[in-house]
């Protein structure tokens, strides 16, 4: 789970208990209590009154809660656009996730707008090229890493057939040439590499953190792409 889940996670917890200690948040999301220290703070300073009572632990202020999440139709439909978009150029691991989360969206819609929304649902098509149907799993991965600033392990087969094992340190993702990249800092080569997703073989985030201390910007790295975007 990514640091942002996990607030979130910790706030809706905070709303369904009158008292949470830092002992049961830390237990609930299998973190240590120093992190438990850092994260109710983050949350403090975003202005989410959270307070404190010893010895029974947090809680949130009287009078605080968060109004429910309300779309009007446009909106609606922009992201049931999106869908198709998703669908085409992400990966399973992405298509998953934005399902799932569309279904939240669906699910606080009137019952006008869940018709309306079901009917434009017919009404847009999107051919993709077969080269454009990713059936890995790894740009959620990805992004957790990315997130996190967290090493991975890739088994990767270059353009000659060659597989070698590597240990990388992933500043981004770049789509180009009708292929995702991961662009990263390979610890064998000791430089930044571009790594098309579909010639890895196997990914792994052992959630170990990043050894170089100062990356390069994504966008640096993109100018040096020999491709016209």
Not at 53 to 63: D, S
Not at 93 to 122: C, D
Request: with cysteine.
């Amino acid at each position: 789970m990514n640091r942002i889940d996990r607030l979130f996670g910790i706030l809706t917890l905070l709303q369904s208990r009158k008292y949470l200690s830092a002992d049961k948040i830390s237990e609930q999301f299998n973190i240590s209590i120093r992190t438990v220290y850092r994260d109710v703070k983050a949350l403090q300073e975003q202005g989410i009154p959270v307070g404190f009572e010893q010895p029974k632990g947090y809680f949130l202020v009287q009078g605080f809660f968060l109004p429910p999440v309300s779309f009007n139709m446009d909106e609606a439909n922009a992201l049931l656009l999106v869908e198709s978009l998703v669908n085409g150029f992400a990966d399973n691991s992405i298509r998953s996730h934005y399902s799932t989360a569309l279904t939240k969206v669906k699910a606080v819609l009137k019952a006008s707008q869940k018709e309306k929304l079901e009917n434009m649902n017919q009404h847009i098509k999107l051919q993709i090229p077969e080269r454009l149907t990713f059936n890995f799993e790894y740009l959620s991965t990805l992004q957790n890493a990315i997130s996190e600033k967290n090493m991975v392990e890739v088994e990767y087969k270059n353009a000659k057939d060659e597989i070698s094992k590597r240990t990388v340190e992933p500043i981004g993702l770049i789509f180009y040439a009708f292929s995702w990249h991961l662009i990263a800092w390979c610890h064998m080569r000791n430089q930044y590499r571009d790594f098309n997703l579909t010639r890895i073989i196997c990914l792994k985030n052992h959630c170990e953190p990043f050894r170089k201390t100062n990356h390069m910007p994504l966008s640096d790295y993109m100018s040096m792409l020999p491709v016209n975007f």
